[in-house]
Nanobody
């Protein structure tokens, strides 16, 4: 599967952005999906994840209550709605796909769980 992330940009603190990740292939609905982010000079960190059905979601503590992950299997797309953005949210955001389809809380944040990665989209939050 190929993943294409989009929707990044420059926004002021307190603002909102919605990222999209479009997937190719007919098996998208069977994949669990995740969002990660990488700030300059830092490791790639987990942001949010969603199981194949959309029935289970997981979030990093740093974004809980501000970000929402969702998916539209008919459109082969996963979204990340980001509200109340902070300067520390500035990073390149990556979407990823897990072919097993089902993530657990203990595994959702592990990069090794994911089989496919998109190219990233830059989010810059100004203070």
């Amino acid at each position: 599967v190929q993943l294409q992330a989009s929707g990044g940009g420059l926004v002021q603190a307190g603002g909102s952005l919605r990222l999209s990740c479009a997937a190719s292939g007919r098996t998208f609905s069977s994949y669990a999906m995740g969002w990660f982010r990488q700030a300059p000079g830092k490791e790639r960190d987990f942001v949010a994840a969603i199981n194949w059905s959309g029935g289970s979601t997981y979030y990093a503590d740093s974004v809980k209550g501000r970000f929402t992950i969702s998916r539209d299997n008919a459109k082969n797309t996963v979204y990340l709605q980001m509200n109340s953005l902070k300067p520390e949210d500035t990073a390149v955001y990556y979407c990823a796909a897990d072919s097993y389809g089902v993530l657990e809380k203990r595994t959702a944040g592990k990069r090794d769980e994911y089989d496919y990665w998109g190219q990233g989209t830059l989010v810059t939050v100004s203070s």
